[in-house]
């Protein structure tokens, strides 16, 4: 694909992004991502041919951005805990803003019956996070900067933490202590003293 066509997809996803944030996956419609591009039908079909397509590709590309990032530090020799500390404050800005969350989305994305495969790409979501987390922790254990934690355990706390604050944060209003706490748990499971 030509850039222009990229950067076209890179704006249908942009603006697809915003309103599955606002409204959940199930009532947003091709309609609404159309005139929130400003692109017509003809032309947002002619890159996607519905509204899973283009969740499932924004979902894969925020799991490729975290795992890019994570390897692209690792290469650098960053220190574990800087990168730590990036990712977290990070994700202590996402649990608090409720309108950017993707999390009631996923949510009714993933548990649409007719969705085939869904239930096994939200599986290789969840084993493609833990991969990037487990490079993050062993080189954090290797330079001697984190505790040898039970990997699993700790990626699940980390991740179902935050997805929970996230969906949670579409419901109630989420004071900014729980996720400074859930944080520096965290961060007292992993970090050496």
Known sequence: MNKRGEETR???KNCACVLFANKG???VTMKDICESAKISRGGLYCH??????????IINDFMSQQGDTFSEKIAQNLSAIEILNDVLERY???M?????SLSLAIYEYFSI?????????LYTQY?????AWRALMEYGIKKGEFNDVDIVSVFNLIIFSYQGVRMYSKLMPIDEDIPRRIIEQIKKILVKE
């Open 10 to 12: 890179q704006v249908i």
């Open 48 to 57: 996607y041919g519905s509204t899973q397509e283009i969740f499932k590709e």
């Open 127 to 131: 084993l493609a996070s833990l991969n």
């Open 92 to 94: 202590r800005k996402e």
């Open 25 to 27: 996956f199930k009532q």
């Open 96 to 100: 608090l803003d409720s309108q950017s």
């Open 113 to 121: 019956e007719d969705n085939a495969g869904a239930k096994n790409e």
